[in-house]
């Protein structure tokens, strides 16, 4: 008979969420026949989609650099849309290890996250190695792509979270946030200026976390500016409100999943 | 009453639980419209009427009653799925798994894959139930198919799985629901019989719905009747039998009764 006494509580609950993480990993890519070179291509395909479109069919005249610019839109967008749009279902598709080996439920998000991000730290990792050909310079500042990264990891938490519990009412939630993904990829910077933001729409600046994140996110990796600090302390603040929501929302409705069908 | 974490690993106070329940389906945002228009129907079915119950480290408890009764409903009040109406209290101590034909796993992952991830969940360190994956393979009688996906496997293999993972893992509560019926071919019940029979279950808190009253006297030690929602609570397993049979069952030949002819 095993003892689980013998391990520290802490080691057991982050085998379990690296356990589960890698499981959604598994399940994600293993099944097709390309499997985890998917977790690649789609943004690829997607960023060269856009690059072509934007850069020759729409604009002509674009910055070299403009695939960059779209690069790392697409990238955080894509992080941001492939898990809140799982999140909306999480609590149901769980409801098995849920209902028969009373999993905790903070630990399926934290797990959905933290397999997407592998993905996500992949496709950042090739996009410094392609950075290098179009001379963009790096400095000890761009080590803070990983608070900003800190920071869109709890928010794609808290959303999902809440998103979720809102599912276990509305069954057709799922469509609703469909349309608003497709929104909000017009709303947030990642194929137009940037600079529209601060002279013509400053609303989306400050009342959209992920606008600010990926603002932030160009000046560290593409233009080796600094930070706009308010602008990261507000999105912090967005991350922190949106986890404490999906944390309280989560334990005081989803036993929801359970009693419905 | 209070809770003694010593010697109680399941208490429930004044819980009772109601379900509402619409003609129209709900579960859509046009549903929830048509029922706030006041279209809907909404009934109210109580599944549970102020149950008071606690259940001690160790034993081995036996629920019974009516299908609809509210059996299951308990079931997963117990393992806390369930949350009781406002007034009620249900604790619960340590890990529950509960044994359904179901269980916790996933069919898009092979046997080996969900027997780490249902013992990790438990609590079980990965190296130790690397260490014990063979002897649940071998018991479970599937050692060709351990990284088959379970969505090949039958209904009786996923069962045989499920239970190894069960008795081989520590747990504080062990939830049956009909498990023997599921089991699967004769081998392994008298298999799986064994395992009460000896030591396996040792120490281990077990929680069984049954339809097979022998099953429940020969090896609850308290049980349970469920009937409408009510819970009564018995010391003697035959007097529980008994009670059902003439005050619940009646005399006649229901569909309780040919289970328990089908299933020995």
Redesign the interface.
């Known amino acids: 008979?095993?003892?689980?006494q013998?391990?520290s509580k802490l080691?057991?609950r982050l085998?379990?969420i690296g356990?589960?993480a890698s499981?959604e990993y598994?399940?994600r890519y293993y099944?097709s026949s390309l499997g985890v070179v998917w977790a690649f291509l789609n943004p690829l395909f997607r960023i060269l989609i856009y690059y072509l479109a934007f850069s020759y069919l729409i604009f002509r005249n674009r910055d070299p650099q403009f695939i960059l610019y779209l690069f790392l839109g697409i990238a955080i967008w894509q992080y941001f849309s492939e898990n809140t749009n799982r999140g909306v279902t999480l609590l149901k598709g769980k409801k098995?290890?849920?209902?028969?080996?009373?999993?905790a439920k903070s630990d399926i998000f934290l797990a959905s996250a933290l397999s997407t991000s592998v993905s996500f730290i992949l496709n950042v990792f090739i996009y410094w190695l392609i950075s290098f050909g179009f001379d963009v310079e790096y400095s000890i500042s761009s080590i803070l792509v990983l608070a900003l990264f800190a920071n869109l990891f709890l928010i794609v938490i808290g959303v999902s979270m809440i998103l979720s519990t809102i599912h276990l009412?509305?069954?057709?939630?799922k469509h609703?946030w469909d349309i608003s993904l497709l929104l909000g990829f017009w709303t947030v910077p990642i194929i137009w200026d940037s600079t529209y933001v601060y002279t013509t729409y400053p609303f989306m600046l400050y009342g959209n976390p992920i606008t600010g994140i990926l603002i932030n996110l160009r000046n560290v990796m593409l233009y080796n500016t600094q930070m706009d600090w308010t602008v990261f302390a507000l999105d912090f603040a967005y991350g922190l409100v949106f986890l404490s929501i999906g944390y309280f929302l989560l334990n005081r409705f989803s036993?929801k999943v359970?009693?419905?069908? | 009453m209070t809770f003694d974490a010593s010697n109680n690993i399941v208490s429930i106070e004044n819980a009772s639980k109601t379900f509402t329940v619409f003609d129209h389906h709900v579960g859509s945002l046009g549903g929830r419209i048509f029922n706030a228009m006041g279209w809907g129907t909404p009934r109210k079915i109580l599944a549970l009427a102020d149950v008071n119950l606690k259940i001690k480290r160790g034993e081995f408890v036996g629920i019974i009653g009516k299908n609809g009764s509210g059996k299951s409903t308990l079931m997963h009040m117990i393992s806390g799925a369930i949350r009781p109406n406002k007034g009620g209290r249900v604790k619960r101590e340590g890990s529950f798994i509960r044994l359904s034909l179901g269980m916790g796993f996933n069919p898009e992952l092979s046997a080996r894959q969900n027997v780490l991830l249902n013992a990790s969940i438990l609590g079980v360190s990965l190296s130790e139930i690397r260490k014990q994956f063979d002897e649940i393979i071998n018991f479970a009688e599937l050692v060709p198919f351990a990284d088959t996906q379970l969505k090949f496997y039958s209904t009786g293999m996923r069962a045989r799985l499920a239970f190894a993972v069960a008795v081989m893992v520590s747990t504080d509560l062990l939830l049956m629901d009909e498990f023997f019926g599921g089991v699967g071919d004769e081998g392994f019940k008298k298999k799986a019989h064994k395992v009460f029979n000896e030591s396996l279950l040792k120490d281990k808190t077990v929680v069984l719905i049954s339809h097979n009253m022998e099953t429940i006297k020969k090896y609850c030690s308290r049980v349970f009747v469920v009937n409408d929602g009510k819970v009564s609570s018995f010391d003697n397993p035959e007097d529980a039998i008994q009670y059902y049979r003439t005050e619940i069952q009646g005399s006649s030949l229901d569909s309780e009764n040919a289970s328990e002819l089908l299933d020995p």
Request: proline share 3%; no cysteine; aromatic share 18%.
């Open positions: 008979m095993t003892n689980p013998n391990h080691k057991l085998e379990r356990m589960l499981t598994y399940q099944g098995y290890l849920i209902q028969n080996v009373g999993m009412y509305f069954s057709d939630f609703v036993y359970v009693e419905r069908a």
